[in-house]
């Protein structure tokens, strides 16, 4: 899943560039709470339609359909019978209105998607269908769904106003709780859904760090520093600070506050002095920088 995002993101790029500017981009946050970046759903889509052959035709047929990965699995578990969504993943997709809590009709214009193609939208708690009983021996029913930073958010029971969350997985997520009111922020956080129940919003900030943990992966996978991400703590612990080496983790751009698709990374400072125990530890510290 991260490879093929990483693949289309670099597709998308230039759609984006084309396409951007910033009476378009403040159109965009004003409906949606988003920007215009290949890290959402829409640019992708776009790029797919316009580069697939026959793809455009076989979506206004009806004969495709698109979701995020709640959408695949429910479509999966309950045989294709299912074609839904829970509004947090709608949210971010660049194609959902936060104010009217439903597909946008101006927003699937733009970005030249058929409405045939979207799954219905639904609460976070509601009926998503029984899964096939094939698959598991039993009609199981499925009364659950949210994006994975939402989730995180419930999982840490952010339920107030003012609470915060900040995650680090593969990438680093901020998420404070804003209640009832979409705040618009003044230093390029995303204005998303924190959970949808009973057909009420709950509303959130985001501030989205790309790469965290897939920092220490790149050492231990790609350039093979480390044998374990175990290991980055006693390769860190040897030197008692980076010596002036800084790693900026950009693999597929930076978000918050940059949302920068085309930075990618870099290590600077280094010296003959400089070791794997000062690049270990500035992978480390870029998470914290970045945060």
Not at 17 to 44: I, V
Not at 111 to 137: M, N, S, Y
Not at 271 to 277: A, E, H, K, Y
Request: hydrophobic share 40%; aromatic share 10%; charged share 20%.
């Amino acid at each position: 899943i991260h490879n093929a995002i990483v693949w289309q993101d670099r597709r998308t790029t230039p759609w984006c560039r084309e396409h951007y500017s910033p009476e378009t981009e403040a159109w965009l946050a004003e409906k949606t709470g988003l920007l215009l970046d290949p890290y959402f759903s829409a640019t992708k889509i776009a790029w797919l339609l316009d580069h697939i052959p026959g793809a455009r035709a076989r979506a206004e047929r009806g004969e495709l359909a698109f979701g995020t990965i709640d959408s695949w699995l429910i479509w999966n578990l309950t045989g294709g019978r299912v074609h839904a969504t829970d509004a947090t993943n709608a949210s971010r997709t660049l194609l959902f209105n936060l104010k009217t809590q439903d597909w946008d009709d101006e927003l699937l214009a733009f970005f030249q998607v058929p409405r045939a193609l979207l799954p219905e939208v639904k609460d976070c708690a509601a009926d998503f269908g029984r899964t096939d009983p094939a698959l598991l021996g039993h009609a199981i029913p499925i009364r659950g769904v949210a994006g994975d930073q939402q989730a995180a958010t419930v999982g840490q029971a952010c339920f107030s106003p003012g609470m915060v969350k900040s995650t680090y997985g593969t990438g680093c997520f901020m998420v404070m709780n804003t209640g009832h009111e979409i705040v618009r922020s003044r230093q390029r956080l995303l204005a998303t859904l924190a959970y949808r129940v009973q057909g009420q919003p709950t509303f959130a900030l985001e501030g989205s760090i790309f790469i965290a943990g897939a920092a220490v992966q790149w050492l231990r996978d790609a350039v093979k520093l480390i044998g374990s991400a175990a290991e980055s703590e006693k390769w860190a612990r040897e030197v008692e600070d980076t010596h002036g080496v800084y790693l900026v983790p950009a693999f597929t751009g930076l978000g918050a506050p940059y949302w920068d698709p085309e930075a990618r990374g870099a290590i600077v400072g280094l010296t003959r002095n400089s070791g794997i125990g000062e690049i270990v530890r500035a992978a480390l510290e870029s998470v914290c920088y970045q945060t």
